[in-house]
Nanobody, 130 residues
Framework: QVRLVDSGGGLVQAGGSLTLSCAAS????????MSWFRQAPGREREFVAV????????DYADSVKGRFTISRDTAKNTGYLQVNSLKPEDTAVYYC???????????????????????WGQGTQVTVFS
C-alpha cells in the first residue's frame, strides 16, 4: 500500500509560481506512474501531468504545457510539480496519484483517466488571483 501526502499549494498572484510536492510512503513498483490532477469547484477532476516513476517519459495536458514541469526524486520517494506563469483558471485543488497499468503501459489511454488510479494524496489548494 502507498500513502501520498500533497503539499505546497497557496495563494499566488497571476504570473507567479509554486512548487507542489507529493511525498510517498510504501514501496513504489517498477512501471508505476505518478500523476497530478486538479479539480475546480463544480468541475470534474482533470489530468495535469504524468511521469514514469522509473523513467519512461512525461506528458502534460495541453493547458499547462510550457508552464508546468513534473519531476520525481526516487531516492526521496517524492514527486514534484513546478507550476509557473500561473493563471486564474489554474485555481483548483491539486492531487497527486500513483498507478500501475496493464503491462506497465505508459499510455494516455490510461494515465489521463483519474478513475484508473488507486492511491491519492489529500489534495493541496492552489488559488491564483489577478
Amino acid at each position: 500500500q502507498v500513502r501520498l501526502v500533497d503539499s505546497g499549494g497557496g495563494l499566488v498572484q497571476a504570473g507567479g509560481s509554486l512548487t507542489l510536492s507529493c511525498a510517498a510512503s510504501g514501496r513504489i513498483f517498477s512501471g508505476t506512474v505518478m500523476s497530478w490532477f486538479r479539480q475546480a469547484p463544480g468541475r470534474e477532476r482533470e489530468f495535469v501531468a504524468v511521469i514514469g516513476w522509473n523513467g519512461g517519459g512525461a506528458d502534460y495536458a495541453d493547458s499547462v504545457k510550457g508552464r508546468f514541469t513534473i519531476s520525481r526524486d526516487t531516492a526521496k520517494n517524492t514527486g514534484y510539480l513546478q507550476v509557473n506563469s500561473l493563471k486564474p483558471e489554474d485555481t483548483a485543488v491539486y492531487y497527486c496519484a500513483t498507478g500501475t497499468f496493464p503491462g506497465g503501459t505508459f499510455s494516455p489511454n490510461y494515465y489521463t483517466r483519474w478513475r484508473a488510479y488507486v492511491y491519492w494524496g489529500q489534495g493541496t489548494q492552489v488559488t491564483v488571483f489577478s
